[in-house]
């Protein structure tokens, strides 16, 4: 009985397919099985950085002498003309959220092949004002916590950390203006509730790491908390 439910199943979502198809966010070819968002082909094309296995890697780099971290690391390079790069538009703008949920558990595969990455407590997306939210509809940087935690041994928190103030975009301004623009600007919620915990600090894009050294470091303000990062894709502002 449980094979006749499952091949009904099967059929009765081919059917659909059939009726109301799903397209490759990246290549917009119809999607077919089992695929979600990203077509076979374009997953494993996908433009993998793979620093979960490097320690020390380029983007760790990036906040050596401005914030202690335990690792950091992105899922893929996000490069000028690729056709992954209209990726994060579509989940940021486009009110694509399963774009990040399932991204997000690719990646998570990815990193649990990795000991440090399974010891994670706590998974805190970089957050939204309410305001933007509002806007937006949901927080992009939640929706790839979100499938990272349904991988990871961890628990999705998205109450503790919060953001203070109503900030511009970050999209045009250089290294320095990042940061004071985000300057005091993130506060941790019922401390206890995070004390002791190692962090997986969770957001879209890493460009010059402003937002992510600025809500580390509010973290980092509470007893014995260890710091990781991982963002959905890597950007240069070269």
């Given at each position: 009985?449980?094979?006749?439910?499952?091949q009904i199943k099967t059929l009765a979502n081919n059917f659909l397919g059939l009726l109301y198809?799903?397209?490759?966010?990246?290549?917009?070819?119809?999607?077919?099985?089992?695929e979600k968002v990203l077509c076979t082909k374009c997953l494993y094309e996908l433009p993998r950085t793979y620093f979960h296995k490097v320690p020390g890697n380029p983007i760790e780099e990036i906040f050596w002498g401005r914030v202690l971290l335990e690792r950091v690391t992105s899922f893929y390079f996000f490069q000028q003309g690729?056709?992954?790069?209209?990726?994060?538009?579509?989940?940021?703008y486009q009110n694509q959220p399963e774009i990040g949920i399932e991204l997000g558990k690719h990646f998570a595969a990815d990193l649990?092949?990795?000991?440090?990455?399974?010891?994670?407590?706590?998974?805190?997306?970089?957050?939204?004002?309410?305001?933007?939210?509002k806007m937006r509809g949901y927080n992009q940087s939640e929706m790839i916590a979100q499938?990272?935690?349904?991988?990871?041994?961890?628990?999705?928190d998205t109450k503790s950390l919060i953001r203070k103030?109503?900030?511009?975009?970050?999209?045009?301004?250089?290294?320095?203006?990042r940061?004071?623009?985000?300057?005091?600007?993130?506060?941790?919620?019922?401390?206890?509730?995070?004390?002791?915990?190692h962090i997986l600090l969770v957001?879209?894009?890493?460009?010059?790491?402003?937002?992510?050294?600025?809500?580390a470091q509010c973290l980092l303000k509470v007893k014995n908390v260890k710091v990781s990062i991982a963002t959905l894709a890597f950007t240069s502002l070269q």
């Open positions: 009985m449980a094979r006749l439910a499952t198809p799903e397209f490759c966010a990246a290549c917009n070819q119809n999607l077919v099985n089992q690729s056709k992954y790069r209209k990726l994060i538009h579509k989940l940021k649990k092949t990795e000991a440090i990455f399974n010891e994670i407590d706590l998974i805190i997306p970089v957050p939204l004002h309410k305001k933007k939210l499938g990272l935690a349904e991988i990871l041994p961890a628990k999705l103030t109503f900030t511009q975009t970050q999209t045009k301004k250089n290294r320095y203006e940061w004071e623009n985000i300057e005091t600007v993130f506060e941790v919620k019922k401390p206890e509730i995070i004390e002791g915990k957001d879209d894009v890493l460009t010059t790491g402003a937002t992510l050294e600025g809500c």
